[in-house]
């Protein structure tokens, strides 16, 4: 089955401590990004990827990082996660009709 | 700077109303325009519309892109208290180096069913 596998679902943390949400897709697909989801903004982009070791800035890329090491895998690292960090976050891969694969879902709170 | 408007924001109707989302778009090379429901989840695909005046239909939902007018509307008839959610439009674009497109999202139109 064609899918986006993203992990955690949820996470509390607490501010300054490293974390990292793993992202992973089976349909090789070349394309994958990071969204964010906050209320009365939407989702906007912070991160995405167009092949292995080829990433790029979205639109609010302040405070993450990605790699791009194998085509599967897009984790998505907060060295440093501040409160304003707080958010849905998405993976993505895009490829097909549906264009965008999405991840379930990463809640992240950090206090 | 590529824009995408959904309105409204927000819409509360009863149980078997039809309603019409909108969705209108300023960007510098549209390719397509999609449309996501996403209830407690990630979004889930509906809809993508590339040509002017075809309408996409499945089941009650249905969809039509208006390129001279940069917009697009979702209908949902005999709405159902299952239909609430957010309905997410998102235009393709492509980006600036090269590669890969991208879609640039609305805000979304948050839609509640009342029984």
């Known amino acids: 089955e064609a899918q986006v596998t993203q992990n955690p679902r949820y996470l509390i943390t607490v501010t300054g401590k490293k974390l990292t949400v793993t992202c992973s897709q089976n349909m090789n697909h070349e394309y994958m990004s990071w969204y964010r989801q906050d209320p009365g903004l939407g989702l906007r982009q912070i991160y995405y990827s167009m092949n292995v070791e080829v990433t790029d800035k979205g639109d609010v890329p302040e405070g993450y990082k990605v790699s791009r090491k194998e085509k599967r895998n897009f984790p998505l690292i907060l060295e440093s996660p501040s409160p304003n960090q707080t958010s849905l976050y998405f993976c993505a891969s895009f490829g097909g009709d549906e264009k965008l694969f999405f991840g379930s879902g990463t809640q992240l709170s950090v206090l | 700077e590529d824009k995408v408007v959904q309105s409204p924001l927000s819409l509360v109707v009863h149980e078997g109303d039809t309603v019409t989302l909108n969705c209108s778009y300023e960007v510098t090379n549209f390719r397509s325009l999609l449309w996501y429901k996403q209830e407690k989840k990630a979004p889930t695909f509906l809809f993508m519309l590339?040509?002017?005046?075809i309408e996409k239909k499945s089941g009650r939902l249905s969809s039509i892109l208006d390129k001279k007018e940069l917009s697009s509307i979702l209908n949902i008839t005999a709405t159902q208290t299952g239909d609430s959610a957010i309905y997410l439009c998102?235009?393709?674009?492509?980006?600036?180096?090269?590669?890969?497109?991208?879609?640039?999202f609305g805000k979304g139109t948050h839609l509640i069913i009342q029984p």
């Open positions: 998102a235009v393709e674009v492509p980006y600036s180096g090269g590669g890969a497109d991208g879609l640039t």
């Open positions: 590339t040509s002017s005046g």
